[in-house]
């Protein structure tokens, strides 16, 4: 399919982490309708966006809370709670991870992340420390699936993008990935990973 890959990037959230923040909002706000209603109008995603790119959650909250006085509680919930969100790794994806690194492949990881939200992450789930290193775009004040970040990724490891892969659950940051001249594919489920990755002679 391609030629030899020396580098593979994980994503984490949803590949490696389960991340959900209806879990503790579905106690919050109990309704069904009006939590869809707060998260399409209030904590939107665009708005926790911001917060991966490096806003620091006192003005997130401060923002939300002038437009939204009546919800000051519920938007202080979305990061009281967080760790709720994020309940379990995917032990499947976790093995996928660790056995390439046992193999003596080069992983690196790509993320996502509020900086603060990641510290605490790195705490509960000790593989976030096994490959050898991490770009978190809340620390560097760009995300994906802007292509400066898989650049600077891949200047900051040594990578060489011909001769890397990518696995993200999102189809946009696969896009980007590509746009850099990385090779990527669209994280689905660990089985369907592995058969990916053995695409690119990748065996685990």
Same mark, same amino acid.
């Given at each position: 399919?391609?030629?030899?890959?020396?580098?593979?990037?994980?994503?984490?959230?949803? =590949?490696?982490?389960?991340y959900? #923040?209806?879990?503790?909002? !579905?106690?919050? $706000? #109990?309704?069904?309708?009006?939590?869809?209603?707060?998260?399409?109008?209030?904590?939107?995603?665009?708005?926790?966006? +911001?917060?991966?790119?490096?806003?620091?959650? #006192?003005?997130?909250e401060?923002?939300?809370?002038?437009?939204?006085?009546?919800?000051?509680?519920?938007?202080?919930?979305?990061?009281?709670?967080?760790? +709720?969100?994020?309940?379990?790794?995917?032990? &499947?994806?976790?093995?996928?991870?660790?056995?390439?690194?046992?193999?003596?492949? &080069? =992983?690196?990881?790509?993320?996502? *992340?509020?900086?603060?939200?990641? =510290?605490?992450?790195?705490?509960?789930?000790?593989?976030? &420390?096994? !490959?050898?290193?991490?770009?978190?775009?809340? +620390?560097? !004040?760009?995300?994906k699936?802007?292509?400066? $970040?898989?650049?600077?990724?891949?200047?900051?490891?040594?990578?060489?993008?011909?001769?890397?892969? *990518?696995?993200?659950? !999102?189809?946009?940051n696969?896009?980007?990935?590509?746009?850099?001249?990385?090779?990527? =594919?669209? *994280?689905?489920?660990?089985?369907?990973?592995?058969?990916?990755?053995?695409? *690119?002679?990748?065996?685990?």
């Open positions: 399919m391609t030629g030899q890959i020396d580098h593979i990037v994980f994503d984490i959230g949803k =590949v490696l982490i389960h959900d #923040p209806q879990l503790p909002f !579905s106690r919050i $706000i #109990p309704d069904e309708a009006e939590r869809q209603w707060f998260f399409e109008n209030v904590c939107t995603h665009e708005w926790n966006l +911001e917060q991966d790119r490096g806003r620091a959650w #006192p003005e997130a401060a923002l939300l809370i002038a437009q939204h006085p009546d919800r000051e509680e519920q938007i202080r919930a979305f990061r009281k709670h967080w760790h +709720e969100m994020v309940p379990h790794a995917y032990e &499947d994806s976790v093995a996928i991870l660790e056995g390439l690194i046992d193999q003596g492949r &080069d =992983v690196t990881m790509l993320t996502n *992340f509020a900086a603060d939200t990641f =510290v605490e992450a790195r705490k509960r789930f000790p593989f976030l &420390d096994a !490959s050898r290193g991490v770009t978190v775009s809340g +620390e560097i !004040s760009l995300i699936p802007d292509v400066a $970040i898989y650049e600077k990724h891949a200047r900051d490891f040594g990578l060489r993008p011909a001769a890397t892969i *990518f696995i993200d659950d !999102s189809a946009d696969v896009k980007g990935a590509r746009a850099a001249g990385w090779h990527a =594919v669209q *994280f689905i489920d660990a089985a369907t990973l592995r058969r990916d990755l053995a695409g *690119f002679g990748i065996e685990v």
